[in-house]
T-cell receptor, first 112, second 113 residues
Framework: DQQVKQNSPSLSVQEGRISILNCDYT??????FLWYKKYPAEGPTFLIS?????DKNEDGRFTVFLNKSAKHLSLHIVPSQPGDSAVYFC???????????FGQGTTLQVKP | KAGVTQTPRYLIKTRGQQVTLSCSPI?????VSWYQQTPGQGLQFLFE???????NKGNFPGRFSGRQFSNSRSEMNVSTLELGDSALYLC????????????FGPGTRLLVL
């Protein structure tokens, strides 16, 4: 049972445009959400997070939106740069279990 | 500050063998988690250790085990290897349990033939 789903395996955008990566979850007990970025041959690196009590968090070019009623979160990258090309994982944390559950990942390609 | 280190980086084993992977967390971090990454499955949580105790466990068979030492270094062991165990095994450390940000190592790429 996949509690955190990233339904788009890949996404391709032009440099300078907006990249929108989506993530859906099923467990309403998740109270903290994170995005990680992963380059080949490296471990994932933390990008941005959001608490379930908020609906938006912004950090530079990266903004995460949370829609609790739809159990959906998204990561917006504006403007997209070729260096953003990587695999992006969303993850959800539930305080009652202490587990961090990851999605399958979305490969983003930003074309120059 | 040095990051999370994992050894070895690459490993080739045959079915039925066992393997031990090592993870050294960031200095001062006391929580270590292990994940398995396979194509299409994302990162699957294996287990989490804190203060030498397993605090959380994912849905993996008993062939997968781990431990944590007093210096917070952790090892993961897989016995009776199967072809399906071929994957990237990632270790992540954090200051404490809970929703602390996890910092990942580069992973150990295991190939089972």
């Amino acid at each position: 049972d996949q509690q955190v789903k990233q339904n788009s395996p890949s996404l391709s955008v032009q440099e300078g445009r907006i990249s929108i990566l989506n993530c859906d979850y099923t467990n309403s007990m998740f109270d903290y959400f994170l995005w990680y970025k992963k380059y080949p041959a490296e471990g994932p690196t933390f990008l941005i997070s959001i608490s379930s009590i908020k609906d938006k968090n912004e950090d530079g070019r990266f903004t995460v939106f949370l829609n609790k009623s739809a159990k959906h979160l998204s990561l917006h990258i504006v403007p997209s740069q070729p260096g953003d090309s990587a695999v992006y994982f969303c993850a959800a944390y539930a305080s009652n279990t202490g587990k961090l559950i990851f999605g399958q990942g979305t490969t983003l390609q930003v074309k120059p | 500050k040095a990051g999370v280190t994992q050894t070895p980086r690459y490993l080739i084993k045959t079915r039925g063998q066992q393997v031990t992977l090592s993870c050294s967390p960031i200095s001062g971090h006391r929580s270590v988690s292990w994940y398995q990454q396979t194509p299409g499955q994302g990162l699957q949580f294996l287990f989490e250790y804190f203060s030498e105790t397993q605090r959380n466990k994912g849905n993996f068979p008993g062939r997968f085990s781990g431990r944590q030492f007093s210096n917070s270094r952790s090892e993961m062991n897989v016995s009776t290897l199967e072809l399906g165990d071929s994957a990237l095994y990632l270790c992540a450390s954090s200051l404490a349990q809970g929703r602390e940000t996890q910092y990942f190592g580069p992973g150990t790429r295991l190939l089972v033939l």
